[in-house]
């Protein structure tokens, strides 16, 4: 609880002296853990935050109160500002006015902004809860305390280490400003110097050290994204790395000090997020390579099919009616090594022989789906990596923000809206998207909705739209990267291929499928979602392309 006491006390001091006899107008909060004081006779609001990680306390300009969340504590509307004073060795503010006294407790479990009356009774509180009748203070003013919160030392700290005497002597010193007084004494946290040293080396030191709490500048020191904020010139925060920044007004330090923590506390959740995020689906489309790199050497799959199928034929009177495997010897092998065969036990061995001899029929399809599978997941790779490159150069929270964007848009993040809000160039991540020949990218759309916002939101008017003719299905774009790229003959019929193939007619033999620019896609007037006409169309009769055969 004493970590932060000296900050508090300074700012104690400085309010005392600009705000005491100002009058209260509106108190109300628009954040989490903050409650604000705004000042009716002077462009000035005191800010009080009870948040476990970052209390403050600190004056700040006027403010628009658009964003208002709550209204409180209307009593104090009107009420003049009388003193404002901190309890010795606490971090617990006491601001007294004509006819309330408010007390902030930045500590403990009655941690609060507490609106009492003269007699300290409560009357109403920030945080609803069961709340003490009255507001007290664990009494630090032992008998032998300064006001500087440091005991009197007569008698005491004769051969004992430097760092208890410095615990018992001064118990409000956080470790930064202990680590501070032994740097500058010289002496090492575990050494017990004798009480001459003490007497006149550490005390006098501890006398000139509490000046500077009360009197000097304050230092924000900065290294990477770790900030402090110390009243002294720290020797041990500069031998760490730590750099300062000078200010000569607690109320410009320490909101600098909150804003800047709390930017690299969200900054590095942000960063971690993205990170993880992006370092798993590396991981998964690196696994699904290794999968189809396994899976490319399709013919010696197929030839092993065929042998068990031939195999099933040749000892189809000697396998059992319902086994889920069966192992039998190799007849194409001189050395009739057994071969272990899986089977649907609710069918034949000559169905079953049957099922190994279909299983690669459409062998060059296979391998053409392969190959565009292959294409699309290394694109995908290469996007994924030129992230992790980018977030790793980037220091600002809004790209990071913006990357943010981008993995919602490709469903990699979750967000509360539908992906299909996403705009821009993060529109793209909306649709399937096939890769054809390793250049040019074909976008499926997913749906009714989705196909209106392929076909008029994201496509340019001369981009290669397609559709299954006659039937539902969704729509299909080829991007141009240039208005007057003309696109092969062989890209236009792998691209019809897909859309017969995410249309009704996707069981057929040959489909039917109209291409045309986008520019001569019209929507129908009342008709529903993805309801379209077309003009100046052509039509490709083709095969449609199963991309689920891998």
């Given at each position: 609880?004493?970590?932060?006491?000296?900050?508090?006390?300074?700012?104690?001091?400085?309010?005392?002296?600009?705000?005491?006899?100002?009058?209260?107008?509106?108190?109300?909060?628009?954040?989490?853990?903050?409650?604000?004081?705004?000042?009716?006779?002077?462009?000035?609001?005191?800010?009080?935050?009870?948040?476990r990680d970052m209390p403050y306390l600190f004056l700040k300009p006027e403010q628009n109160i658009r964003k208002v969340h709550f209204k409180l504590f209307p009593q104090l509307?009107?009420?003049?500002?009388?003193?404002?004073?901190?309890?010795?060795?606490?971090?617990?503010?006491?601001?007294?006015?004509?006819?309330?006294?408010?007390?902030?407790?930045?500590?403990?479990?009655?941690?609060?902004?507490?609106?009492?009356?003269?007699?300290?009774?409560?009357?109403?509180?920030?945080?609803?809860?069961?709340?003490?009748?009255?507001?007290?203070?664990?009494?630090?003013?032992?008998?032998?305390?300064?006001?500087?919160?440091?005991?009197?030392?007569?008698?005491?700290?004769?051969?004992?280490?430097?760092?208890?005497?410095?615990?018992?002597?001064?118990?409000?010193?956080?470790?930064?400003?202990?680590?501070?007084?032994?740097?500058?004494?010289?002496?090492?946290?575990?050494?017990?110097?004798?009480?001459?040293?003490?007497?006149?080396?550490?005390?006098?030191?501890?006398?000139?050290?509490?000046?500077?709490?009360?009197?000097?500048?304050?230092?924000?020191?900065?290294?990477?994204?770790?900030?402090?904020?110390?009243?002294?010139?720290?020797?041990?925060?500069?031998?760490?790395?730590?750099?300062?920044?000078?200010?000569?007004?607690?109320?410009?330090?320490?909101?600098?000090?909150?804003?800047?923590?709390?930017?690299?506390?969200?900054?590095?959740?942000?960063?971690?997020?993205?990170?993880?995020?992006?370092?798993?689906?590396?991981?998964?489309?690196?696994?699904?390579?290794?999968?189809?790199?396994?899976?490319?050497?399709?013919?010696?799959?197929?030839?092993?099919?065929?042998?068990?199928?031939?195999?099933?034929?040749?000892?189809?009177?000697?396998?059992?009616?319902?086994?889920?495997?069966?192992?039998?010897?190799?007849?194409?092998?001189?050395?009739?090594?057994?071969?272990?065969?899986k089977l649907n036990p609710g069918k034949t061995t000559v169905e079953n022989a049957q099922a190994y001899f279909n299983k690669y029929k459409n062998l060059t399809e296979r391998?053409?789906?392969?190959?565009?599978?292959?294409?699309?997941?290394?694109?995908?790779?290469?996007?994924?990596?030129?992230?992790?490159?980018?977030?790793?150069?980037?220091?600002?929270?809004?790209?990071?923000?913006?990357?943010?964007?981008?993995?919602?848009?490709?469903?990699?993040?979750?967000?509360?809206?539908?992906?299909?809000?996403?705009?821009?160039?993060?529109?793209?991540?909306?649709?399937?998207?096939?890769?054809?020949?390793?250049?040019?990218?074909?976008?499926?759309?997913?749906?009714?909705?989705?196909?209106?916002?392929?076909?008029?939101?994201?496509?340019?008017?001369?981009?290669?739209?397609?559709?299954?003719?006659?039937?539902?299905?969704?729509?299909?774009v080829i991007k141009k990267q240039r208005k007057e790229e003309i696109v092969p003959k062989n890209i236009i019929e792998k691209a019809a291929r897909l859309a017969a193939a995410?249309?009704?007619?996707?069981?057929?033999?040959?489909?039917?499928?109209?291409?045309?620019?986008?520019?001569?896609?019209?929507?129908?007037?009342?008709?529903?979602?993805?309801?379209?006409?077309?003009?100046?169309?052509?039509?490709?009769?083709?095969?449609?392309?199963?991309?689920?055969?891998?």
């Amino acid at each position: 609880m004493y970590k932060n006491y000296y900050i508090f006390k300074r700012q104690t001091d400085v309010l005392s002296k600009r705000i005491t006899k100002a009058t209260l107008d509106v108190c109300y909060t628009s954040q989490k853990d903050e409650v604000v004081l705004r000042l009716a006779d002077q462009p000035l609001q005191i800010h009080i935050s009870i948040r476990r990680d970052m209390p403050y306390l600190f004056l700040k300009p006027e403010q628009n109160i658009r964003k208002v969340h709550f209204k409180l504590f209307p009593q104090l509307t009107g009420q003049v500002i009388e003193n404002i004073e901190i309890r010795p060795c606490n971090k617990h503010v006491v601001i007294t006015t004509t006819h309330y006294r408010i007390h902030a407790l930045f500590y403990g479990m009655a941690q609060n902004i507490y609106i009492c009356g003269p007699d300290d009774t409560i009357l109403d509180s920030f945080k609803s809860g069961r709340s003490p009748g009255k507001v007290i203070t664990p009494d630090e003013m032992e008998e032998g305390f300064s006001e500087d919160c440091c005991r009197i030392l007569a008698g005491k700290g004769n051969k004992i280490p430097v760092i208890a005497f410095l615990k018992y002597a001064c118990p409000a010193y956080n470790k930064i400003m202990q680590n501070e007084i032994l740097v500058r004494s010289g002496l090492a946290a575990g050494s017990t110097p004798g009480r001459s040293v003490l007497e006149e080396k550490l005390i006098p030191l501890l006398r000139d050290y509490n000046r500077e709490l009360n009197e000097g500048p304050i230092y924000l020191y900065r290294m990477g994204e770790t900030f402090r904020i110390t009243l002294f010139k720290s020797r041990w925060l500069e031998g760490q790395g730590f750099n300062a920044e000078v200010y000569t007004d607690i109320n410009k330090a320490w909101p600098a000090f909150a804003g800047k923590t709390d930017y690299a506390k969200n900054y590095h959740v942000l960063y971690r997020q993205i990170s993880g995020v992006l370092t798993k689906r590396k991981q998964q489309i690196e696994k699904a390579l290794q999968k189809l790199s396994e899976a490319q050497d399709i013919e010696k799959r197929k030839e092993i099919a065929d042998m068990k199928g031939n195999i099933l034929l040749s000892f189809k009177h000697k396998v059992p009616r319902g086994v889920s495997r069966v192992t039998l010897p190799n007849i194409f092998s001189e050395k009739n090594e057994p071969v272990e065969i899986k089977l649907n036990p609710g069918k034949t061995t000559v169905e079953n022989a049957q099922a190994y001899f279909n299983k690669y029929k459409n062998l060059t399809e296979r391998k053409e789906v392969l190959l565009l599978k292959k294409a699309g997941y290394t694109k995908e790779l290469q996007e994924i990596k030129a992230l992790l490159k980018k977030i790793d150069k980037t220091i600002k929270i809004d790209q990071l923000k913006q990357i943010r964007k981008e993995l919602i848009a490709r469903h990699l993040l979750q967000e509360s809206h539908s992906a299909e809000t996403a705009q821009g160039s993060n529109l793209r991540f909306s649709f399937k998207r096939v890769i054809l020949d390793n250049r040019w990218d074909v976008y499926i759309g997913k749906n009714a909705r989705n196909n209106d916002l392929l076909t008029f939101h994201f496509a340019n008017k001369w981009d290669v739209w397609l559709h299954a003719q006659g039937v539902p299905g969704s729509h299909v774009v080829i991007k141009k990267q240039r208005k007057e790229e003309i696109v092969p003959k062989n890209i236009i019929e792998k691209a019809a291929r897909l859309a017969a193939a995410n249309s009704k007619s996707k069981h057929s033999g040959t489909v039917p499928v109209l291409y045309t620019e986008a520019r001569y896609v019209n929507r129908i007037r009342k008709a529903p979602p993805g309801t379209v006409a077309v003009k100046n169309e052509n039509v490709l009769f083709v095969e449609p392309l199963n991309m689920n055969q891998i």
